[in-house]
């Protein structure tokens, strides 16, 4: 093993040890005990800790302490049961985006964040990124108003963070805004997580009738002014041929 101040081999060791002790933990870890338990110097423990949050690796919760990163959830998402759902979805996303030419998504619930776990590109020059592991709070997303108006997971307590002036933080306002949604049978979002980006999301069922996922896209905010209905109930049918094959696969397997 390396002994060179904390570089090579020895840095990594020590940094592999910090991370296996906070994914190992019943409860997320702060600064002093990660630094108790691994016996090194506080200014080695802040470095390694830095270097794994930027690497996403760890990252810490509302209260500052340290849980597993973003990785893990992305990595957990797309190869456990969800694994299945993507590669169904797969030919749908596809058809979504040559229909309507916007970056396509399709997003799952994993403990309190929504995961998204496909995307199929946007066809235009102007496009939208690539969101598949950005943490995007769930009420400024339409695939988490999704999510959230058909109860797959509940949001956290605290006030809801305001990323543009547009972005509904009041609760009742958003519960409403919810409850049409449902009612209508898709969601949307303008300009609330970015200025100038609008997004339309509709659920996907399992074989129970529960939400599994949201089927949704995204793209300019001018773009899409006028095609929000167009593209919702374009994406409800889109959704519902995917509920199909995910009953029509429960089935399979439970016959077999």
Known sequence: MATQGGTGT?????????????????????????????????????????????????????????????????????????????????????????????????????????????QVDSTYLLGSRDWTNVDVPAHSSALGKVLLAHGAFELPGGALERLTPHTVTDREALAHELTTGARRGWFSTVDELEIGLTGVAVPVRGEAGDVVAALGISGPSPRLENRRDEIGRLLMDRAEQLSGLLRRRTRKEGVA
């Open 10 to 118: 020895q840095a990594v060791d020590r940094a592999v040890a910090l991370v296996a002790t906070v994914v190992r933990a019943d409860e997320p870890m702060t600064f002093a005990e990660l630094q108790e338990e691994s016996g090194l110097p506080k200014s080695t423990t802040s470095r390694l800790l830095t270097a794994l949050e930027r690497t996403e690796l760890l990252e810490r919760d509302g209260s500052g302490s340290y849980v597993a990163g973003p990785l893990f959830w992305l990595y957990a998402a797309r190869h456990d049961r969800w694994e299945e759902l993507v590669r169904l979805a797969g030919p749908i996303l596809e058809k979504v985006g040559a229909d309507t030419g916007e970056t396509v998504h399709l997003s799952v619930t994993r403990g309190d964040r929504v995961v998204q776990v496909a």
